[in-house]
């Protein structure tokens, strides 16, 4: 059963500060892995998208990779701002197309202007 | 791009009270729509999956009878939660992929959830 894991729980950094969340998954034969933010009572929304042939994803001042040998994920975010303050989560799809997401808990972060 | 809508977004309601919530495609046909649930502080925990003109399929740990499920149209899936008591209240939220452009390796897309409060 596939398991994913995210580190920290929470952060808590200044303004302007270039942060690396970290996601792991222990069953390697995914499809996809997708980031979401999630504000407070809010629903999901849809950051980057890797395909498990894929090594990385850019959009913005955001940057996911992923190593599916090693079942890891990272999510980079540079020079980031109070407005990024969120719970950022990791989701993983199964081998067979269309299949549910397995998330992680999340990590909380606070940008402090 | 694809949008999924969930409506309504907030219940308020006394235990006992049937309640739906609904999950619409807005721009795209979905054959297969999932449904997850947050409590406080967790992650999001697949609940369902439902499946256009079949019945759904269900987690371990997850009453059917009580959270009903119809996918009747390839735009629209409805949960229903019956006979609600204060344990159901939770976050309740519904995804869509839009398989018929570029396929399955497309980004599930969310809909905005449904806040249910069992008073």
């Known amino acids: 059963k596939q398991e994913v894991t995210q580190i920290p729980a929470a952060l808590s950094v200044p303004e302007g500060e270039n942060l690396v969340l970290n996601c792991s998954f222990t069953?390697?034969?995914?499809?996809?892995l997708q980031w979401f933010r999630q504000d407070p009572g809010k629903g999901l929304t849809s950051l980057l998208l890797?395909?498990?042939?894929?090594r990385e994803q850019t959009s913005g001042r955001l940057n996911a990779s992923l190593d599916k040998s090693s079942g890891r994920s990272t999510l980079y975010i540079a020079a980031s701002q109070p407005g990024d303050s969120a719970t950022y989560l990791c989701?993983?799809?199964?081998?067979?197309?269309?299949?549910?997401?397995?998330f992680g808990k999340g990590t909380r972060l606070s940008v402090i202007a | 791009g694809a949008v999924v809508s969930q409506h309504p977004s907030r219940v308020i309601c006394k235990s006992g009270t049937s309640v739906k919530i609904e999950c619409r495609s807005l721009?795209?046909?979905?054959?297969?729509m999932f449904w997850y649930r947050q409590f406080p502080k967790q992650s999001l925990m697949l609940m369902a999956t439902?499946?256009?003109?079949?019945?759904?399929?269900?987690e371990q740990g997850v009453e059917k009878d009580k959270f009903l499920i119809n996918h009747a149209s390839l735009t629209l899936s409805t949960l229903t939660v019956t006979s609600a008591h204060p344990e159901d209240s939770s976050f309740y939220i519904c995804?869509?992929?839009?398989?018929?452009?570029?396929?399955?390796?497309?980004?599930?897309?969310f809909g905005d959830g449904t806040r249910l409060s069992i008073l």
């Open positions: 995804s869509a992929r839009d398989g018929g452009t570029g396929g399955f390796g497309q980004p599930q897309h």
């Open positions: 439902s499946n256009e003109g079949s019945k759904a399929t269900y």
């Open positions: 989701a993983v799809g199964g081998t067979s197309g269309n299949t549910p997401l397995v």
């Open positions: 721009d795209f046909q979905a054959t297969t």
């Open positions: 069953d390697s034969a995914i499809y996809n």
């Open positions: 890797i395909q498990s042939s894929q």
